[in-house]
Each structure stands twice: as structure tokens, then as C-alpha cells.
């Protein structure tokens, strides 16, 4: 089922915890760096700082956690790293579900399955079946994903459901066939590592979320660090193209 409310033709509803946070988990490879390691080194070392951000969202009760964990232009980074990623994703399914499954975890993975190897894609089919009917945090992993292919793929599924005669599409039409149909809009951006773009992620997603960003490599964000991220947000007016007067009186 869609939890579809666009922010742009409908003011959601504002929370002081954000419901739904997504993240680029930026600065793995610069933490190994400046520590005379491996990049390898600081991508084993963010995927403890993805397990502290899992435990913190429970903790804070957001509904959905969503983290980019593989761009579809990370294929373009050496082969070795990209292999590494591969091996590491399926290790880290393979460890967690069990673990996912027992906080009440719903997993979710997006992107495009086809270029995976068939023992990931199996995996991740199995992940996800595994967790469906979980009730709490929903934790969606972006792999081999990109924010154009989404809006085009689901172009392509709308227009093929609809057969010849497409007729005018409305974002009530589209959006059920965007890879994030199942969550609302996120209310709140975080990138690590320095860099400030949204770099092809969640294009039509983060229309309205409130875009936060930080110097903090991935390896090194941790709980105090969300909690700062979270404070910046609840500062914020969150005015939905309203005045601020119109915030007052409502």
C-alpha cells in the first residue's frame, strides 16, 4: 500500500521527531585514508556506524530509515572497491536478517536488481520476504539506485499499465510506481563527509525534506551527531510554501 501525500499539493503532517530520515553515507574511504588504511578499511568500519543509526532510529521512534548504500554511478569507482561492496553487502545480510527480524525490522532494498550477481539478488529477495510483516522501523538500503532511473522507471510502469492510451499523468498516477511507494516523503536529509548535493538521490522524494549536512565522516557519525542533525531540524520553519504568518495562525 502507497503512504503517498505529496508535499507539494498537500501540507503533511509535521512532527518534532522526523518520521522518515534518508542519509548518503559519505567519507568511508577519507576516514581509511587519514588513517594510513585501506578504503576497505572505512567501509568495515561504516557498516558499524550504519548498525549505531539503525538502533538510534528505534530509539528515537522514526518510522523509516533510509541509507544510500550504492549509487548507480558507484559502478564507475575501481573494480576492487566495487567488488569489496558487493562481498560486503552479502555478508552483512546474511549476519543481520536474523538480527533485523528479531527488533522488528522490515528491510527493503531499491535500485536496480539486474546488474547484481544472482546470489545477491536471491539474497535480497529472501531479505525482504524474511522481514515483510515486521511493524517497526522500516529500513530501506539504496543499492545500485539512482534518483533519474527511479522517475523513469516508474514513467515506463505507468505507461505500461495504462497501455496506448497513457492520458495525462498526475503525481497521484506516478507515484505509486516510484521504488519508494511504501514510504512517505522524507522530512529530513543527512550527508556525511563534507560534500553538500543531493547527488541523484530521491530526486522526486526530497522535494520538500529539510537538507542537513556535515563535515562528520560516516565512520565517525554516531548518536550525538544524529541527535545534532534532529535538533537542526526541529529549528526549522517548516512552512510548505505557506508565510510564516500563516504558520502562527494555524
Known amino acids: 500500500m502507497s503512504s503517498f501525500i505529496s508535499s507539494t499539493s498537500t501540507v503533511p503532517e509535521i512532527a518534532k521527531v522526523p518520521r522518515h530520515i534518508a542519509m548518503i553515507m559519505d567519507g568511508n574511504g577519507r576516514w581509511a585514508k587519514k588513517r594510513f588504511l585501506p578504503r576497505v578499511a572505512g567501509h568495515r568500519k561504516g557498516l ?42 552479502i555478508r552483512a545480510m546474511q549476519r543481520e536478517v536474523a538480527r533485523m527480524s528479531d527488533n522488528n525490522i522490515r528491510l527493503k532494498i531499491v535500485g536496480r536488481l539486474d546488474r547484481f550477481e544472482p546470489q545477491l539478488v536471491e539474497l535480497i ?44 499523468v498526475s503525481e497521484e498516477a506516478l507515484a505509486p510506481f516510484l521504488a519508494m511507494a511504501y514510504a512517505p516523503e522524507p522530512d529530513l536529509f543527512i550527508r556525511t563527509g563534507g560534500e553538500q548535493r543531493i547527488s541523484n538521490f530521491l530526486l522526486w522524494q526530497l522535494a520538500y525534506a529539510e537538507l542537513y549536512f556535515t563535515d562528520v565522516l560516516w565512520p565517525d557519525f554516531d548518536t550525538v551527531a544524529l541527535k545534532q542533525a534532529i535538533a537542526s531540524y526541529q529549528s526549522r520553519e517548516r512552512r510548505f510554501g505557506r508565510t510564516s504568518e500563516q504558520l502562527v495562525n494555524a
Do not use: H
Open 48 to 89: 558499524e556506524t550504519v548498525r549505531e543509526m539503525v538502533r538510534a532510529c528505534i530509539d528515537l521512534k522514526v518510522d523509516y530509515l533510509t541509507l544510500f548504500a550504492f549509487s548507480s554511478e558507484n559502478w564507475r569507482r575501481p573494480a576492487d572497491e566495487v567488488s569489496f561492496l558487493m562481498q560486503l553487502f
Open 125 to 168: 529477495e529472501a531479505s525482504q520476504k524474511y522481514t515483510e510483516n515486521n511493524t517497526g522501523l522500516t529500513l530501506t538500503i539504496a543499492a545500485d539506485y539512482g534518483g533519474r532511473w527511479d522517475i523513469l522507471q516508474a514513467t515506463n510502469e505507468l505507461i505500461k499499465s495504462r497501455g496506448a492510451d497513457v492520458g495525462v
